[in-house]
Every structure is written in C-alpha cells, then in structure tokens.
C-alpha cells in the first residue's frame, strides 16, 4: 500500500492523480497503471502540490520522505527525435537561498564618467573576463535542468550538419566553420566521455552538469600566445558554449534553403524543422537563464545572445501577430544583446589587452553584429536605436577569411600584407572579411537615416535628406572596384550591398515626400531602381538552382514596401485625367513598367517567401494590399479580393478607389515589415 497523507488518506499514484482517477493505491506500481500500459510513470509522490517530485523513489509505508536532492527519471528526458512535437521538459523557477548579491559579478567595462573613476585607477574591473566568485551556490534544481540539456547533446550530429550545410551557402562572420567544427567536436569528445559504458547515463549528465556550473563561474583568463585550439580547450565545458551550439543551430535552420535543410533532416529519422527549433529555443534560454543567475559576463555569452537574437526574429518576427499583439521577445533580446556589449567593453576596445589576435578580430565582429541588429530592428519598429556610433569606437574587422583569422602567425601575417591601407583585401575576393565591413558601412548610413526619419524637427528636413544621400554616395563611390555594382555582374552579396545604400535613399526620400510633398519624382525613381535589383537578384539565383535565404529576406524587408510606394503612386495616376495630363508635362510615369515589375514581384514572392515563419502574416498582407492594387488600376473596377480578409479588421470593407487609395497611403509598410540581419 502507500503512504498516507497527512489528512490520513492514501497516496494517489502522479498518474493517476493527474488524470483524476481511482487509484488503488498498490505498490510499487498501481494495477490501474500497468494496465494502461504506464508502469513506468508509475511513482508516489510525498507531497504533489509542494514540492519537487523526485519518480526514482518508491516509497513505502515504513518509510519517511528523505531531503535528498531531486532527480528525475532518466526516461523523461531522453531524446530520440526531434519531431513536430519534440519539448524539453526545464522545469519552472528554480528556488535559490536568497536574494544576496553576487561577488563581482556587476558591472564589467567602466568608462571616465563612472564611480571608479573618482577614487582608483586599479578599481576597474577588467570587463572582458568572465566575472564572477567560484564559491557561487549551485541550485541542485538548476543541476537537474542542465542535465535534460545535456541530454540534447545526443544530436551534435544533426547540429554538426547543420553548420557544414550553411557554410557551403554563406559562411559566418561572426563564428566561422573552423571555430565550430572545433567546438562540435569537443563537445562530442565530452559527451560520449560522460555517458561510454553507464547503465544509467542521466546520472553521468548530472555530474556534467555540476562540472559545467563550476566552470562557467570561473573567469576566462587569456593570453596573446593562445590558439584557438587553446581557447577552445580551456572553456569548452561551459554553458555559454554548450547555449552557443543550440543557438546557432536554431538560426541555421532559417539560413540555408529549404531544400537543403529538408535533406539534412532526411538523415535524422522523425525529426523535422519544427521540432529542431522548439528544441533549440528552450535549450538556449535555459543556458541563458543559468548564465544570469551565475551572474557571468563572458565573450561567449556575447555570441550566444547574438545568435539567439538573430534566430528569435526570424522565428517570431519583431512585428508581432495579425492581431496587432506585439510579439516583443526580439526587442527585448535585442536590449540584453546591448547590455552586455557595452558591459564588456566591445564599444570601447582596448589595445593594451593580454588577447590572442583571432579573438580581438571576433570581438570587433561581434559588436558590428549586435550594432547591425540594433539598426535593423531599430528601423522595422519605428524606435530610436540603443546602440549610438557617436558614444562608440566601433573599428572595422580586418578583410581576412575565417581561416586566416585563426591560423598560424606566418598564414596570419601573409594575409595581412594582402590588405590595402583601409584594410580591404587587393585579391578582389568578397568571401573573405568584406560582408562583415559591408554591414558595419550600412548600419553607420541606417542610423543617420534613424537620425532624420525619426526626429520631429522639419526646419531644414530637405537639406538633412539631401545631405545623408550625398555622404552615402561618396561613401559608395569611393569603395574598391571590387565593391562596385554594376548590372553585368552576378554576385548577390554585392547586390545586396548596393541594395542597402539604395534602401536608405528610399527611406530618406520617403520621408521627404510624407511631411513635406517634395521628391516624388526621385523617390519613383529609387523604387523603380529596387525592385529592378531584386528582380535581377531572384533571376540570377534562380539560374543558378536556387534562391538563398539572404535574396528572401531582401525581397520580402526591402522589396514589399518599396512595392508598396510603387502601387500608391500607380493607383493615384489612375484617378483623375488631371494627373495623367500633369504627368506629360514632366517625364512621363512608367506605368507600363510598373504594372510588370510589380505583377513579377508578386509572383516571385509568392513562389519564395516561407509561410507560418517571423513576420510571413504581416508580409503576406502587404502582398494583398498590392495585388489588390493592381486589380483596381487593371481592371478599372473594385478588387475581387475580400478586403476584409486581406487587410482590414472588424470586417470594414472598401468602397471606390479614392477610399481604397486613402487607406493604402497609410499603409506603414515601414511598421508592417522588418529588416532581418543575416
């Protein structure tokens, strides 16, 4: 029988308990449950409601519950697939001790106008180490989490994948093939390590995990002799690592084609994308829960928040749902990305540091990483950015490859001659370091495009815009030859770039046009010139097999409200003859040509955007409002298309086509869409 509870009743089986049937109460397993096929979930638990249970005890009569620290079965987190339903069971808050505070754990990069600065020089913190206490108390409920995460580490292989098919496409800049190939595979080397030749593998798990909590709060200490196989040796065992794989892997599935990754998985029986990225998200917030509540800072972590930012706004979006519910999570990771880098000095860098050279030249990618996130998410949402250049001293990354950043001094050296006197490469080569200067050149043009969109200030408005363009041409103009696009060429990466200064003339002359009436012509013109551009991007991918993810994001981010212009403009020159008579006095509108580009642009948008992925709803709705567009000025007459489906809510529809096209010129493509980092 079992034991009673305190009110003097039998303990109920957890199953049958929380199916709220009649249990009879044997032990150690329950009649009802072995007929219903669940001996195995079949415990007692001393006290359900209040605390952690514990399934590997059996308790008896005779037996009083013990304060042993709680576990949980071995077969609750095993993992075979990762299928459409896959979940990791973390468990809720865990209980800490108290709230004390943390040993150095605070503020890590100190600037002149800070507390410090007014006593001691030797007060500095020396930000970029891991700070932290190693007597930090471990949550034994924190353990048994980082245990089921752990569990996980059974499908490196899958992750391992990933990443070699990602690199064959577009290799990262920020963490490379050779830093992840290396870290794959020690990763490997410790698992099988922990689980060869047990019975029960989830206690080995369990004392990994100990080990991963004991090293992750002791701070990286560096030096400039270092390799990255030194690195790598030295901290692979920690949870910001262990959070990095997870993070890259879930942002992999986004970054290369779908084809390609639905091969991947075929590889991996029962496991699909679906399940891949739940199970990416949990494991990567729980490394990032475990590192907050050790209180670290750490390099590490910085690329891990990266990542995970960068797979959270591909995975929900920064808009939020057709409804209008703001889905926040990328905003708010975005602010975590930004308190760290400024907490690890990244705006600020040293030149006087104990550092090996490949992570100096990671740590300045890293921050053009978090300050491109911070622009593109900045923009899609209206909002001021948090990442100011004018408080920063952002450097350029060295036009170097992946490979020759990590390699030997004479590989590294040889590389380095390679490079003109701005630090690109004289080889013409764009696979090297140039996408990564590439984005840092865009983000500085976003934000003073930021800087005149969203101040309030019209005195002058024309002459900032005028301004802006003029610096991003020259700044265009005077990049090497290799960097200059022009239309016989067939690289989408350098398309890309030409695509950015372009887009920012557009916003610029977009909000010209809103406040003050003036650049209509130019900004028709820059739109024309865009979705020209990507047109030829989708064709010449589409020769060569395939559209990569990167032309996508372009397609939808930049093309779907530039589109959107195109169509108000199309639908006002069908109103009235006044404006086509006005129209032949000035260069005539291309409506011919419009009307093509945009029925191609639909088509093409159609055929290669993802559904049910970020912000698909919210682009998927623009797409409406053009094609209904479209119909209008075909077809002379109102849309076929329910407009009340498509675009608005409360089921409102629309009557003639002044009021359709009033609507559409308050359409905030800029709201309704996002920019994505890649």
């Not at 001691?120 to 206490?133: A, D, W, Y």
């Amino acid at each position: 029988m079992s034991a009673p509870r305190r009110n003097g009743q039998l303990s109920s089986c957890e199953p049958c308990r929380k199916s709220k049937l009649r249990c009879d109460h044997s032990t150690p397993i329950c009649k009802r449950c072995e007929r219903r096929g669940k001996s195995d979930l079949c415990i007692y638990h001393p006290a359900p409601l209040t605390k952690p249970r514990e399934p590997g005890q059996i308790l008896k009569a005779s037996k009083k519950p013990t304060n042993s620290q709680p576990l949980l079965c071995a077969k609750t987190i095993s993992v075979t697939h990762l299928g459409s339903s896959a979940s990791v069971s973390l468990l809720g808050a865990a209980q800490f001790p108290g709230f004390s505070k943390r040993h150095l754990s605070g503020s890590g990069f100190l600037g002149p106008t800070s507390y410090s600065s007014f006593f001691s020089n030797e007060l500095e913190l020396g930000g970029r180490s891991s700070l932290s206490h190693p007597d930090t108390p471990i949550d034994p409920q924190r353990v048994t989490q980082g245990a089921q995460v752990l569990a996980l580490l059974e499908h490196l292989e899958l992750y391992e994948q990933l990443h070699e098919t990602r690199s064959k496409f577009v290799p990262g800049w920020l963490l490379g093939p050779p830093m992840l190939r290396e870290l794959i595979a020690r990763l490997k080397a410790s698992y099988q390590n922990a689980v060869a030749g047990s019975e029960n593998k989830y206690i080995r798990l369990l004392d990994l995990s100990r080990v991963l909590f004991k090293n992750t709060v002791i701070p990286i200490q560096t030096k400039s002799s270092m390799n990255l196989s030194d690195y790598l040796a030295q901290f692979t065992l920690r949870w910001d690592m262990i959070g990095l794989v997870f993070a890259m892997a879930g942002a992999v599935s986004f970054q290369v084609p779908h084809q390609d990754l639905d091969k991947t998985l075929k590889d991996f029986p029962g496991t699909t994308k679906e399940g891949l990225r739940q199970i990416a998200v949990h494991a990567t917030e729980a490394c990032l829960q475990f590192c907050n509540d050790l209180g670290i800072i750490s390099d590490p972590l910085g690329w891990m928040m990266v990542q995970h930012t960068i797979f959270l706004s591909a995975l929900h979006g920064s808009c939020g749902d057709p409804n209008g519910t703001s889905d926040h999570r990328t905003w708010q990771m975005l602010g975590e990305v930004t308190t760290l880098v400024f907490a690890l000095g990244l705006h600020q860098p040293s030149a006087d540091g104990d550092i090996p050279f490949f992570l100096g030249e990671i740590r300045k990618r890293c921050m053009v990483a978090a300050y491109a996130l911070d622009k593109d998410i900045a923009t899609c949402l209206g909002r001021p950015p948090r990442i100011c250049w004018r408080y920063c001293n952002i450097q350029f990354p060295l036009d170097i490859s992946y490979d020759e950043l990590v390699a030997e001094p004479e590989v590294r050296e040889a590389a380095l001659q390679r490079l003109d006197a701005t630090g690109w490469n004289i080889d013409g080569r764009l696979d090297k370091g140039s996408r990564v200067r590439g984005s840092l050149i865009a983000s500085l043009f976003r934000e003073s495009v930021l800087e005149v969109s969203l101040s309030h200030e019209l005195d002058g408005l024309e002459q900032r815009v005028l301004e802006v363009c003029r610096r991003s041409d020259d700044y265009r103009s005077g990049l090497p030859e290799f960097l200059q696009w022009t239309d016989d060429k067939e690289d989408s990466s350098l398309a890309s770039l030409h695509l950015e200064f372009s887009y920012h003339q557009f916003l610029l002359l977009q909000t010209l046009c809103k406040r003050t009436g003036k650049g209509l012509e130019l900004l028709m013109r820059t739109s024309t010139d865009i979705i020209t551009l990507l047109l030829k991007m989708v064709s010449m991918q589409s020769r060569l097999g395939l559209v990569p993810p990167h032309v996508i994001w372009d397609l939808c981010y930049i093309g779907l409200p530039v589109a959107g212009v195109l169509s108000i403009e199309l639908l006002r020159q069908s109103q009235t003859e006044s404006l086509t008579l006005l129209a032949t006095a000035s260069p005539p509108f291309p409506r011919s040509e419009i009307i093509q580009k945009l029925s191609v642009f639909l088509a093409q948008f159609d055929t290669f955007v993802p559904q049910n992925e970020g912000d698909y709803e919210f682009c998927n709705r623009g797409q409406k409002v053009i094609s209904q567009a479209l119909d209008r000025v075909l077809s002379g007459a109102s849309s076929t298309i329910d407009a009340s489906n498509a675009i608005l809510p409360n089921g409102t529809t629309l009557g003639d086509d002044m009021e359709f096209m009033a609507f559409l010129e308050n359409f905030d493509w800029e709201q309704e869409v996002r920019l994505t980092f890649g």
